[in-house]
């Protein structure tokens, strides 16, 4: 799994021993299968969901404002002692599961110098890390946000969070409120927004906006293709003018983030 690392030429790559691979994919599948009910009707890592999660987008109905809140600085601040807690409830302390994860959580990483790279928070590991970070998120982020902001939709994919408002809303969320609310968490992110006409914004491998057809009577959602697919698609389509204005800037988009990868 890629990682930024503090130095941001560089990224960091964590390999786990193949003995040990077998076993962090178990774990990740049972965790999985306990935080959430049941494993992907096709496949069996959380990117399986990217569909679900596009068309949980597509329902959120009429949006005045998206914001997108990006949560993955907050997978270097978690602490070991919380994503221990949080995993707790599904195994019991001291159970066979809970000790390999905490033996993972702790154990050493050496860089091909012999160095110890010490990280404090979840090590970057591939689909174990994305689970346990979901879960943390899951308790954290998603039961707060929903209490806090109660009838504005967010649908969240891992580390990203897209929050649809509208001008009548009772509760305001905006990026001060967005801020505030990371802080409370002690978690990190980035905010960004859009409105109906402005440019999209990356989604994984595909583009969201924000329909600016002044014909209908609410401006909705819409998830398309990259703009390099998109184009080869579109010839006169009304959408392909939506992808020339970003095409210098999601042309490199057009594959999964490497921080979400194996």
Do not use: W
Request: include cysteine; proline fraction near 6%.
């Amino acid at each position: 799994m890629l990682t930024p690392s503090p130095d941001p030429e560089f990224l960091i790559v964590v390999m786990p021993n193949k003995e040990d691979v077998l076993v962090l994919m178990g774990l990740s599948l049972v965790l999985y299968r306990l935080s959430h009910g049941s494993l992907p009707k096709d496949g069996y890592r959380l990117s399986n969901q990217v569909d679900q999660f596009y068309y949980s987008l597509q329902q959120m109905g009429k949006v005045d404002r998206l914001y997108r809140l990006d949560l993955m600085d907050s997978l270097r601040i978690i602490p070991i002692s919380l994503i221990l807690e949080k995993v707790k409830p599904f195994f019991g302390e001291g159970s066979v599961c809970y000790n390999l994860i905490s033996s993972f959580l702790y154990h050493p990483i050496i860089d091909d110098d012999g160095n110890h790279i010490s990280f404090g928070a979840i090590p970057p590991v591939g689909e174990i890390t994305r689970v346990l970070f979901n879960i943390v998120l899951m308790d954290i982020f998603d039961r707060e946000f929903a209490k806090r902001f109660p009838g504005i939709a967010f649908s969240r994919f891992i580390s990203d969070v897209y929050i649809s408002t509208r001008v009548n809303d009772s509760v305001i969320f905006d990026d001060k409120a967005g801020y505030a609310l990371l802080e409370e968490l002690s978690l990190a992110g980035k905010i960004v927004s859009i409105g109906p006409g402005d440019d999209p914004l990356p989604c994984y491998s595909k583009i969201v906006y924000l329909d600016n057809d002044s014909k209908r009577e609410t401006r909705s959602f819409r998830a398309c293709t990259p703009v390099s697919k998109l184009d080869n698609r579109s010839h006169g389509n009304s959408r392909g003018s939506i992808a020339s204005q970003v095409r210098e800037r999601l042309l490199a988009m057009d594959r999964p983030r490497p921080d979400l990868t194996d």
